[in-house]
């Protein structure tokens, strides 16, 4: 709708204040993407709106920081404009912390990291998958094994060849999805 009407609605802040609850609305609204005030509401609503907005907010950590607390589980470590902060350890836990798909999208050396990893898996009700993006170190690691069987969709053919045969990973496996045959889908 924002595309359709003529942008000179807009200067009407209340107006573009309701239009901007919506991350993608200040990509159409560029009069406000160098405005403090209208830019920290557009975040504080989606901090993926981060993605349309001034170079100067992309380049500051603070603003960084407070767009990805506010991402609500969006995957805000995608954009081109957060790859700075893709190897940054501060905003790659913090992203990882509100939605663990971010790990796909940051520096591969975080594939490795275990406190990471446990951050990631322990998101329940999660359908993102991130097991297949582990190292095989980790892939190999039983208690990241037991945490990954806690979720939806558990990623067993990512499991090294050690634990996909262990007794304990089977049993818990069978605990939490069940004899069903439609519990084993994935």
């Known amino acids: 709708l924002v595309k359709e009407l003529d942008k000179e609605y807009f200067y009407d802040r209340v107006l573009a204040r309701t239009a901007l609850k919506y991350s993608q609305t200040l990509e159409e609204l560029t009069m406000y993407q160098d405005d403090d005030a209208m830019v920290k509401y557009a975040l504080k609503h989606n901090g993926e709106a981060i993605r349309y907005a001034s170079k100067r907010f992309q380049e500051d950590r603070e603003w960084v920081r407070y767009a990805i607390e506010h991402s609500k589980k969006g995957t805000v470590m ?76 558990p990623e067993t053919d990512c499991y090294s060849k050690r634990l996909q045969d262990d007794d304990d990973v089977a049993a818990k496996l069978y605990e939490l999805h069940g004899p069903e045959a439609w519990s084993w889908d994935h």
């Not at 836990?93 to 520096?107: G, H, T």
């Open 78 to 153: 995608y954009y081109d404009c957060m790859e700075p902060y893709r190897k940054d350890k501060e905003m790659v836990y913090l992203a990882c912390k509100i939605e663990r798909w971010n790990l796909v999208y940051v520096d591969e050396a975080y594939r490795d990291d275990l406190e990471l990893a446990k951050i990631c898996l322990e998101q329940k009700n999660n359908p993102n998958t991130i097991f297949s993006f582990l190292s095989k170190r980790l892939q190999d690691n039983k208690e990241l094994v037991l945490l990954d069987l806690e979720g939806d969709y």
